[in-house]
């Protein structure tokens, strides 16, 4: 069984795809258009201490200057001045708490902190902590035990003079867990602590990417290999694997084909699937999903099952091979809150127990938390899954205009999205004097008002003009890219 990560990376979006066996199980997609500052690390260097305020401008090394108040110093006291701690010039190691917003620029303190799987190291915290989620007061003294144990059998960096705080999802792991988890954590500070010798602004450590957790949150699943085009992605993550061993390094490969990452490896098409409410199953079953503001539900039907003849065993068997689908299905389509799955009606107990025991293994890889409930009188399964996130029909969807929301269509910006992805595949094949795009008028009108500055961009570099053409003809999901009069 081979299980892969794929990651495509525009100045849009990025995407992460987790395949197994060239199966599509999970996708994730970042539309943030900047990079978060939040956790990273800085040694800094005060530019502007000003007394009125009790606050001091910072600069971290990025574009605006930072601002740090004097209840972010944790040294102070609460009838402290912050002119008697802080002056101009002075080099002070600091942690983002807020991005910059508009004209204002990030919110920093002093009261630093890096957190780990299953710990967090707090450097200003006199002694250890748990988390108030672990509610067993048997598992909270393993746990305390078990880490004091660990810290004592080890010689910590005398730099480390904070301590630590177990998370809420380090309940039930072993010792070994817990011991790798506490060295990577280890690795990470001395790594931070041989920077603080360079000369300020310079940064120290780089809180992971929502990309990049959705990535390493991944690895405990026996990844064998991460493809990008992205090499400064790729270098990131190689350098995590690097610093925590918990995990099997996979091999790390760079992408540089002229076709689009997920087109090359099928991936596209298999989204497009998932957003249909319409799925296939190998015995020629069906499954009908429907997504609704207040729930999910997923209807199985034998379809065109060729089985010998109609009776329980058919039923069992579809039954059983939907059980297996739907739970990929709610993964893949991050469908979350109340799930429905109405499977074909089964008279024997020992028939629905094996289904719904396939269904609960299915979910075993499962990232989010879900409480499955067995067989109700009528049949039904329900599902409670937590929502973190929107699904995939909420991101890339928007409710089609002209059957009053009865169906999920693209969205104009995820049209846009698809339309820079083809655009980027024709300028590689060949050098074009023009290249139209035809589109309903809302699709054209969101290229020119939000990405008219990468069209533009996109002119330059292919050295071609690029016509938007409104087309009434077309459907609102769909757009036609025909590119002409190649030059010689």
């Not at 690795?187 to 957790?213: A, C, F, G």
């Not at 957003?275 to 065109?304: H, M």
Request: proline share 2%; charged share 25%.
């Amino acid at each position: 069984m081979t299980k892969e990560i794929f990651i495509n990376c525009t100045s849009f979006e990025t995407r992460v795809a987790l395949v197994e066996d060239t199966v599509l199980q999970q996708v994730h997609i970042d539309r943030e258009e900047t990079p978060s500052l939040v956790g990273n690390i800085y040694k800094a260097k005060v530019l502007r201490v000003m007394p009125g305020m009790q606050a001091a401008f910072v600069d971290i090394g990025v574009a605006r200057n930072a601002f740090i108040h004097v209840d972010d110093i944790h040294s102070a006291n609460s009838n402290d001045k912050i002119a008697d701690i802080l002056r101009d010039g002075q080099d002070l190691v600091v942690q983002v708490t807020k991005d910059p917003v508009k004209k204002k620029g990030a919110l920093l303190t002093t009261d630093i902190s890096i957190a780990t799987d299953y710990l967090v190291y707090r450097h200003t915290r006199p002694k250890p902590g748990i988390s108030v989620k672990i509610k067993s007061k048997s598992e909270r003294t393993r746990l305390n035990d078990l880490l004091r144990s660990i810290v004592c059998a080890i010689k910590l960096p005398d730099s480390l003079v904070g301590d630590f705080i177990i998370r809420s999802a380090a309940e039930g792991i072993s010792e070994t867990q817990l011991s790798d988890d506490l060295a990577a954590l280890i690795t990470i500070w001395q790594s931070i602590d041989s920077l603080r010798m360079n000369k300020s602004p310079v940064s120290l450590y780089q809180e992971l990417q929502k990309k990049q957790h959705l990535v390493t949150g991944m690895l405990g699943l026996g990844i064998q290999t991460i493809t990008s085009d992205s090499s400064n992605i790729l270098e990131v993550l190689e350098l995590w694997c690097n610093q925590n061993t918990r995990f099997e390094k996979p091999l790390f490969k760079l992408h540089q084909y002229q076709q689009n990452l997920f087109d090359n490896y099928q991936i596209e098409d298999q989204i497009n699937e998932a957003l249909k409410s319409n799925v296939s199953l190998n015995c020629g079953g069906i499954l009908v999903i429907e997504e609704t503001e207040a729930l999910s539900v997923i209807d199985v039907n034998t379809g065109a099952f060729l089985g010998e003849t109609i009776d329980q065993n058919t039923f069992l068997s579809v039954n059983l091979e939907a059980a297996i689908e739907s739970a990929r299905q709610i993964i893949l389509r991050n469908l979350s809150g109340i799930i429905i799955i109405d499977f074909i009606d089964m008279k024997k107990p020992d028939h629905r127990h094996q289904v719904f025991q396939r269904l609960k293994q299915a979910f075993s890889q499962d990232n989010m938390k879900a409480t499955i409930l067995d067989f109700t009188e009528l049949g039904l399964i329900q599902i409670a899954r937590k929502r973190t996130s929107r699904s995939l029909s909420q991101v890339l969807g928007s409710t089609c205009r002209h059957c009053e929301g009865e169906k999920v269509v693209k969205s104009d910006e995820t049209l846009c999205f698809d339309i820079f992805r083809q655009l980027l595949n024709i300028e590689s094949k060949g050098k074009w004097s023009v290249i139209e795009i035809h589109a309903s008028v809302t699709v054209v009108e969101k290229i020119n008002n939000k990405f008219s500055k990468a069209l533009n961009q996109l002119q330059v570099r292919a050295g071609c003009d690029v016509k938007l053409c409104v087309e009434g003809s077309i459907p609102n999901d769909q757009f036609k890219i025909i590119p002409a009069q190649q030059r010689r």
